[in-house]
């Protein structure tokens, strides 16, 4: 399937850190909160159980917002309109602003396409967190952690509406741990590389909470890179 996807950069007055992006959800999300695309909720508040529509990350201290289909109308307004950013009191001014607009095939491939994660991946919840420990081999580990980026894939084709017509063999080539938050909370996440039959967007998040940045991946056209 083809997928319309715009990139944001914004270039603020000072840089960012990963944590950042959480506080450029909740103010976007605020300022745009008649479009659900913006933030996931309801108007009751409720949460939206679909792979977000717009992404807000932070890759190399810059502030990226990513969009496709349904989240675009965001990312032209935000292109359009917005000349500061409020992150939890701190206003940021905007520098200066550039949007790339490109469509992209996502889908089962016949031939393995490499990837490397931008920001830490979040693999794990509570269950697999506890079977990845109990494993006794790093071979055992990366094994968990391919079935568990399939499974990755798999969820975001559902919500796409994309139907997986072929297996998904996925190989991790190097991996490492890295301590994250989310919520305030640490949890176990990973950096690396990884190749797998299956094309999906540069800038596209896979894993858990990738609204707020995690799991930023990139084609990687240097199988080397760590």
């Not at 508040?45 to 190399?60: L, S, T």
């Not at 994250?180 to 990973?190: E, H, I, N, Q, S």
């Amino acid at each position: 399937m083809q997928l319309h996807v715009l990139k944001l950069r914004l270039d603020l007055d000072s840089d960012l850190s990963q944590k950042d992006a959480r506080k450029i959800r909740n103010y976007l999300g605020r300022l745009f909160k008649d479009d659900s695309y913006a933030h996931n909720h309801l108007d009751d508040g409720k949460f939206i159980y679909r792979y977000p529509r717009v992404q807000y990350k932070v890759i190399n201290n810059h502030c990226f917002i990513v969009g496709f289909n349904e989240g675009n109308n965001v990312i032209k307004q935000v292109f359009d309109e917005l000349r500061i950013l409020n992150l939890e009191g701190k206003w940021q001014e905007i520098l200066s602003k550039s949007l790339d607009s490109k469509i992209y095939h996502f889908g089962i491939s016949q031939n393995p396409t490499s990837y490397r994660f931008l920001t830490p991946w979040l693999a794990l919840n509570e269950k697999n967190y506890q079977k990845y420990r109990q494993q006794q081999s790093l071979d055992l580990r990366k094994t968990l952690l391919e079935s568990i980026l399939i499974g990755n894939i798999l969820s975001l084709s559902k919500s796409l509406g994309y139907t997986v017509s072929d297996p998904i063999k996925a190989e991790i080539k190097f991996i490492r741990e890295v301590p994250a938050k989310l919520k305030g909370v640490g949890m176990t996440a990973f950096m690396g590389r990884f190749s797998v039959n299956f094309e999906i967007p540069d800038l596209f998040g896979i894993g858990k909470s990738v609204s707020r940045g995690f799991g930023t991946i990139k084609r990687c056209q240097d199988p080397t890179i760590r």
